[in-house]
T-cell receptor, first 117, second 111 residues
């Protein structure tokens, strides 16, 4: 399967600072990327969907001004958590897909553990 | 948007076959059924995808009845390393961008 990477794999930041997480599809062109958040012992919660070159579509309850998503190329999407607070501490996972290839499979990154102190 | 229902947990012994059934009563015509495996602190890993009847790959089989309102993931001869959470995801062209993970099934394999 296709390979998706995330960077960093974990990050600790102070409350009020911003953190950027990168998601890269290494061996295919991802026309669509998804961002999820997962709290301990819970399922993945979809935060937003981004298509290359257009604005992200956010799920209800997700603040678009707090979670900035940029999908500037077919291989890179970034999630910036602005003015992070302890309640933003979570496991953030991205996935990449190219439904134009006839499959609706998502290729997931390894995740980024964010801890806000 | 198809909602999925799975058992919360399943226990098995090594070497046994594990079957996890997912209910998706309002699956749409264009929807595919995809199963993912997730280990703690890792991203989900694709297991198998199907539209109807039976699909088999090197790690699992997926059985989908004619009405497509449910699907069963079959893991043959599980090992300890198959202990993970398994998610059933239903979606396709019409629901693209709105895919939601259900609660998943925690499978625990013991010696």
């Amino acid at each position: 399967g296709a390979v998706v990477s995330q960077h960093p794999s974990w990050v600790i930041c102070k409350s009020g600072t911003s953190v950027k997480i990168e998601c890269r599809s290494l061996d295919f062109q991802a026309t669509t990327m998804f961002w999820y958040r997962q709290f301990p012992k819970q399922s993945l919660m979809l935060m937003a969907t981004s298509n290359e070159g257009s604005k992200a579509t956010y799920e209800q309850g997700v603040e678009k001004d707090k979670f900035l998503i940029n999908h500037a190329s077919l291989t890179l999407s970034t999630l910036t958590v602005t003015s992070a607070h302890p309640e933003d501490s979570s496991f953030y996972i991205c996935s990449a897909a190219n439904p134009g290839q006839g499959t609706y499979e998502q290729y997931f990154g390894p995740g980024t553990r964010l801890t806000v102190t | 948007l198809a909602k999925t229902t799975q058992p919360i947990s399943m226990d098995s012994y090594e070497g046994q076959e594990v079957n996890i059934t997912c209910s998706h009563n309002n699956i749409a015509t264009n929807d595919y059924i995809t199963w993912y495996q997730q280990f703690p602190s890792q991203g989900p890993r694709f297991i198998i995808q199907g539209y109807k009847t039976k699909v088999t790959n090197e790690v699992a089989s997926l059985f989908i009845p004619a009405d497509r309102k449910s699907s069963t993931l079959s893991l043959p001869r599980v090992s300890l390393s198959d202990t993970a959470v398994y998610y059933c995801l239903v979606g396709g062209a019409d629901s693209w961008g709105k895919l939601q993970f259900g609660a998943g099934t925690q499978v625990v394999v013991t010696p």
